[in-house]
């Protein structure tokens, strides 16, 4: 009778768990919620193709395909706190561990990420592939540091952004790959001008964050 209901009750709580979990497919990948969206994981990837066809009676101009991005990531969020994330690429290219960090949200304006990251230093590599506006990077962006392994400080404001963070090696690094090898300390500074206007508004995962909205200020001509 004791082993029945022990089984009874695994299968009631088990029914539960699998009706309160809840999946949705969008451009973000595929997401699954457990419970009340306490613990959420998200399944994404992106897939890049360069393609090159030459039509010239010159010698030497190739044309050909090449996969420039094959990469695979997993997301996990905890309770609006903690963060998990880890991107494996398997383009030849770049084939190796991209993103692999963990993140802890102290309030809504400051956070503190661990792990591989993308250095915070310019708008070339801090930008997503998946938004940049031309084919590919420009040659600023090769110049500048792109993942490594620390730890950054991260805090924004309504007009205002500040991070700060510690960075060593990559994970797997080329050794011939001197760019990103050391030590270094790395910090930016961002700031909007103009006067903005605060609401706050509630996000669907339940937490609060402050919007600021720009005002533009309208002169009429003289006539």
């Given at each position: 009778m004791t082993r029945t209901l022990t089984s009874f009750t695994f299968l009631l709580l088990a029914g539960q768990c699998a009706f309160a979990a809840e999946t949705r497919l969008d451009r973000n990948g595929l997401t699954l919620s457990l419970g009340d969206k306490s613990v959420e994981?998200?399944?994404?990837?992106?897939?890049?193709?360069?393609?090159?066809?030459?039509?010239?009676d010159l010698d030497g101009q190739l044309s050909g395909s090449d996969l420039r991005r094959a990469r695979l990531d997993l997301t996990v969020d905890m309770a609006d706190r903690l963060r998990l994330r880890g991107e494996y690429d398997f383009a030849s290219q770049g084939k190796g561990w991209k993103n692999l960090w963990a993140a802890f949200r102290f309030n809504d304006r400051l956070q503190l990420r661990a792990g591989q990251q993308t250095v915070p230093f310019s708008m070339e590599t801090i930008?997503?592939?998946?938004?940049?506006?031309?084919?590919?990077r420009s040659l600023l962006g090769s110049l500048a540091p792109n993942m490594l392994t620390g730890a950054n400080l991260e805090w924004e404001g309504l007009t205002s952004t500040f991070t700060r963070g510690y960075f060593e090696n990559s994970l797997l690094q080329d050794p011939g790959d001197n760019l990103d090898s050391g030590r270094s300390l790395v910090g930016r500074l961002t700031h909007h001008g103009g006067r903005s206007r605060s609401r706050w508004r509630p996000r669907r995962s339940g937490r609060c964050h402050w919007r600021a909205r720009r005002r533009v200020r309208r002169r009429r001509l003289p006539v």
């Open positions: 994981f998200n399944l994404g990837g992106r897939l890049h193709m360069d393609t090159v066809h030459y039509e010239s930008a997503s592939s998946n938004n940049i506006a031309l084919m590919e």
